[in-house]
């Protein structure tokens, strides 16, 4: 299978900063890639995807960034919200993907 | 509004029952799939059919089996539940024709401890 990590396991940030969540990816045939966010006793919600043929894609508050050279995937949420407490994973791939362990985010208000 | 729903968001069962997990979507989606999710691990694909009557092996099918019998159902089973299978089990569908066809949609999962 695919291995697709996370830099950090936990991560926390004060409220109203900007979180940075990273990911690498090792397949470079990959043609998406997803974030989803989970929170506890929940399953995973999709929240912003990406191309392979794009490097930057911006949603409400959320900014993915790739870089293919490196393999390289970051989440960036503007003004963090104690409801953006959660488990964060990449995913890639195209019809199959392949997960991430994870990064949990902690909002401290 | 999209749901896909699973039938236990907790089960309890003994070692070597067999155990059957449901899952639907009302999406009308043509894909779906089932994964375990372990800490630290990660979400690991059991099992994905894109088609009714229609399954592939992901990356960790031993011990379990599926069922797509509907277009709109898909049954992950458990024929012999052993400890190593306690886990959170996840069901998720997809449309590949769709605008955001790489997008899987998630149910809430199943809590799953083999004793």
């Known amino acids: 299978g695919e291995s697709v990590g996370l830099h950090l396991p936990t991560l926390s940030v004060q409220e109203g900063d900007n979180s940075i969540i990273n990911c690498a990816y090792s397949n470079s045939a990959s043609d998406y890639f997803i974030w989803y966010k989970q929170e506890s006793g929940k399953g995973p919600q999709f929240i912003i995807d990406?191309?392979?043929?794009?490097d930057k894609r911006q949603g409400q508050r959320v900014t993915v960034l790739l870089n293919k050279t490196v393999k390289h995937l970051s989440l960036q949420i503007a003004a963090t919200q104690p409801g953006d407490s959660a488990v964060y994973f990449c995913?890639?791939?195209?019809?199959?993907?392949?997960f991430g362990t994870g990064t949990s985010l902690t909002v401290i208000p | 509004d999209v749901k896909v729903t699973q039938s236990s968001r907790y089960l309890v069962k003994r070692t070597g029952e067999k155990v059957f997990l449901e899952c639907v979507q009302d999406m009308d989606h043509e894909n779906m799939f089932w994964y375990r999710q372990d800490p630290g691990l990660g979400l690991r694909l059991i099992y994905f059919s894109y088609d009714v009557k229609m399954k592939e092996k992901g990356d960790i099918p031993e011990g379990y089996s599926v069922s797509r019998e509907k277009k709109e159902r898909f049954s992950l089973i458990l024929e012999s539940a052993s400890t190593n299978q306690t886990s959170m089990y996840l069901c998720a569908s997809s449309d590949p024709a769709g605008a955001g066809h790489n997008e899987q949609f998630f149910g809430p999962g199943t809590r799953l401890t083999v004793l």
């Open positions: 995913a890639e791939g195209g019809n199959q993907f392949y």
């Open positions: 990406i191309r392979s043929n794009m």
